[in-house]
C-alpha cells in the first residue's frame, strides 16, 4: 500500500551545528548547542537550560525530552523549532502503511536505538522518520547500510514508538529516555 497523508516541508536552509562523532562527550557538546540555540530564539531561559542539562547528567536522556518533562517547552513547539532547525519536514507516522519491503530495511534494534523507521523508499533514495534528524552519525549508518539517499523527516516521540511496534511487531526495547 501507498503512503496516507502528507510530509510538511520546511523552507529554512540552515541548520543547527552537528555533532558528527557519535563520541558521547560532543554528545553532551552538541547538547549544549542544541540548548543555546533554544536561549538565543527565546523558546527557554538560560536558568531552565542549566537545571535541563543537570538532571539530564544526573538521569540521562535527550536534551528536547528533559525539557519537555521539565515544562520549560511544549512538544509542538521543541518539534516545530527542531524541524526548522534540521531543514525537514514533519511527518504523523500514524497516516503512514509500512509495507514488508521497507520493515526490512532497517534492522529492529538499530531503528529502536537511533529512534528512526523507513517510510518511503524511490529508486535510489529513503525517507526516514526519526525523532532527532539532526543524528548525522546514524543517518551516515542507513545510507552505508542501504547504499540509498536518506532523507530525513521528523516524528515525534510517542508515534514512533507506536509506529515501531506497528512495524517489528512484538515488544519494544526499553525507550530511549
Known amino acids: ?4 497523508g502528507a510530509v510538511t516541508w520546511n523552507d529554512q536552509p540552515e ?3 552537528l555533532d558528527e562523532s557519535g563520541d558521547p562527550e560532543h554528545q553532551a557538546i552538541a547538547a549544549l548547542k542544541l540548548g543555546e ?3 538565543v530564539e527565546g523558546l527557554i531561559t538560560p536558568k531552565q537550560l542549566q537545571h535541563a542539562l543537570a538532571h539530564q547528567a544526573e538521569y540521562g536522556g535527550k536534551l528536547g525530552e528533559v525539557l519537555i518533562l521539565l515544562g520549560y517547552v511544549e512538544r509542538s513547539g521543541f518539534m516545530a523549532f527542531l524541524a526548522e532547525a534540521a531543514g525537514v519536514g514533519t511527518i504523523h507516522l500514524a497516516n503512514y ?4 519491503e521497507q520493515r526490512g530495511v532497517l534492522p529492529k534494534e538499530f531503528a529502536a536505538q537511533h529512534e528512526i523507521v523507513p517510510i518511503s523508499r524511490s ?3 529513503l525517507t526516514v522518520a526519526m525523532v532527532y534528524p539532526l543524528d548525522t552519525d546514524a543517518l551516515r549508518n542507513v545510507e552505508t ?3 540509498l539517499e536518506v532523507r530525513p523527516v521528523l516524528c515525534s516521540t510517542e508515534e514512533f514508538w507506536s509506529a515501531y511496534e506497528r512495524i517489528y511487531a512484538g515488544a519494544a526495547p526499553t525507550r530511549n529516555a
Open 37 to 39: 540555540w533554544l536561549c
Open 1 to 4: 500500500m501507498e503512503r496516507q
Open 145 to 147: 547500510m542501504t547504499g
Open 97 to 100: 502503511v509500512i509495507t514488508d
Open 15 to 17: 541548520a543547527l551545528p
Open 123 to 125: 529508486r535510489d533514495s
